[in-house]
């Protein structure tokens, strides 16, 4: 089944503890990218990657890092958490970086930072 | 830069009457459009989108969406809503004039409530 997972689903630290979420596609895309999503904000993009080592910062990259080792993957990295940073976490990918492609959205993170 | 606005927070509808959520967008050139629904605790689906050609695009679960260059708006429609469709719903959008990066740039959101 093509899909894009994430892990881990929902996730409590506290602030200054490192912590990467994980995400993984298997429709060999090669546009990646993550997204933030708080309440009357809708969605922000962090950063994308349009393929294996090309990463660049979106919108609201801030306290963010990411890795395009692979082809498949796309970890988010938060270094040095903060409460601000508690939100709701959505990686996607398309094929190609063509701009009519659909993107396709994992099941989401639910990050709280205490 | 491009930007969409979806006016309502909140449609309430009763089931079995037709539904809209409205969606207008602001781009430099072409839009590209979507649209995606958010279930409870669930991640987006993609509905449908406009790319080019006919106005009136079909999508996923009966739903449907006009594009009205004029008015800059695609407004997801449905003639018969079910309950089963009360959900988040997320109206998205890319100018075709832009390169390299083309992120999807999302409205806040509209919640809609179909009532039996």
């Known amino acids: 089944e093509a899909q894009v997972t994430q892990n881990p689903r929902y996730l409590i630290t506290v602030t200054g503890k490192k912590l990467t979420v994980t995400c993984s596609q298997n429709m060999n895309h090669e546009y990646m990218s993550w997204y933030r999503q708080d309440p009357g904000l809708g969605l922000r993009q962090i950063y994308y990657s349009m393929n294996v080592e090309v990463t660049d910062k979106g919108d609201v990259p801030e306290g963010y890092k990411v890795s395009r080792k692979e082809k498949r993957n796309f970890p988010l990295i938060l270094e040095s958490p903060s409460p601000n940073q508690t939100s709701l976490y959505f990686c996607?990918?398309?094929?190609?970086?063509?701009?009519?492609?659909?993107?396709?959205f994992g099941p989401g993170t639910r990050l709280l930072v205490l | 830069a491009q930007s969409v606005a979806q006016p309502e927070d909140q449609v309430n509808v009763a089931e079995g009457n037709p539904l809209t959520v409205k969606c207008t967008y602001s781009?430099?050139?072409?839009?590209?459009l979507f649209w995606y629904v958010q279930y409870p605790n669930r991640g987006l689906q993609f509905l449908l989108k406009y790319i080019t050609g006919d106005n009136l695009v079909k999508g996923s679960y009966g739903f449907e969406a006009e594009f009205n260059k004029s008015q800059t708006s695609f407004h997801l429609k449905k003639p018969s809503a079910l309950v089963s469709d009360s959900a988040l719903y997320f109206c998205?959008?890319?100018?075709?004039?832009?390169?390299?990066?083309?992120?999807?740039?999302f409205g806040k959101g509209t919640r809609l409530s179909v009532i039996a």
């Open positions: 781009v430099s050139g072409n839009p590209y």
């Open positions: 996607a990918s398309s094929s190609r970086t063509g701009l009519q492609e659909t993107q396709y």
């Open positions: 998205a959008v890319r100018d075709i004039r832009t390169s390299g990066n083309t992120p999807l740039v």
